[in-house]
């Protein structure tokens, strides 16, 4: 029998929620690998169908668990994340001729590819994780990445891996942290901001440079 309900509770770290019966009732537990397509992400309120079933205690829970619009979906467009993946390059592209122009340091351009690499790299092992059941990554470690240069990763990701890229309030945290980094890098292209950046990368050479030995030594 199948039961249409509407999704009132859900921790999408953890890849559990209940959901209430539009009949009434109590509500009913739902883990994440209970849905038939888990490259959706569930969000509350969103209507549901579902069978009945039970766990190995004998609490009732959800399985078989569709979204109630995949039975009529609406005609959307194809998104393939050719936008995003426009978007990125072209960022790479204008950083790239800033570099030529002397505008700003190599290192900044290296630090935006290694970071964006990374950040893809971690939004497709959360993915996997979501899809598995496992131990997820936070949200804040992801917006963190984002922050410190790897939104053009994560923009592909979101997209390319269809990953976070339904979850509204995340979206918004993340459009903040774009807006926020391209401030501190629009600040980089200034006088004060471009000596800055070359102190900074000094000190870092010479970190290294001290570091180094020490740690060659072990390898």
């Known amino acids: 029998m199948r039961i249409e309900g509407k999704i009132t509770s859900w921790n999408d770290g953890k890849g559990f929620g209940f959901i209430t019966p539009n009949r009434g009732g109590k509500q ?11 490259n959706r992400r569930p969000v509350i309120n969103e209507l549901v169908i579902y069978a009945l079933s039970a766990d190995k205690q004998g609490r009732p829970c959800a399985v078989e668990v569709i979204w109630a619009d995949a ?3 609406l005609p959307t467009k194809q998104q393939n994340g050719s936008l995003s993946v426009i978007v990125a390059a072209l960022f790479f ?6 570099v030529l122009a002397a505008r700003i340091s190599p290192w900044l ?3 935006y590819l290694v ?32 922050l410190a ?5 994560a923009l592909v990701a979101q997209q390319k891996l269809r990953h976070k890229s339904r979850k509204q309030p995340f979206r918004f945290v993340f459009w903040v942290t774009v807006i926020l980094n391209c401030g501190a890098l629009g600040w980089f292209f200034t006088a004060t901001g471009a000596t800055t950046l070359e102190f900074w990368i000094a000190d870092i050479v010479q970190m290294g440079r001290r570091v180094w030995p020490a740690v060659s030594h072990f390898l």
């Open 71 to 73: 039975q009529f979906p």
């Open 93 to 98: 592209a204008i950083l790239g001729v800033s």
């Open 109 to 111: 351009f290296v630090l």
């Open 28 to 38: 009913i537990f739902v883990h994440i690998k209970a849905f038939s397509n888990r």
């Open 115 to 146: 970071v964006s690499l990374f950040t893809f790299i971690m939004y497709a092992v959360d993915k996997s994780a979501a899809q598995k059941g496992a131990w997820r990554t936070k949200e804040s470690t992801l917006h963190l990445l984002s």
């Open 149 to 153: 240069g790897g939104w053009p990763g």
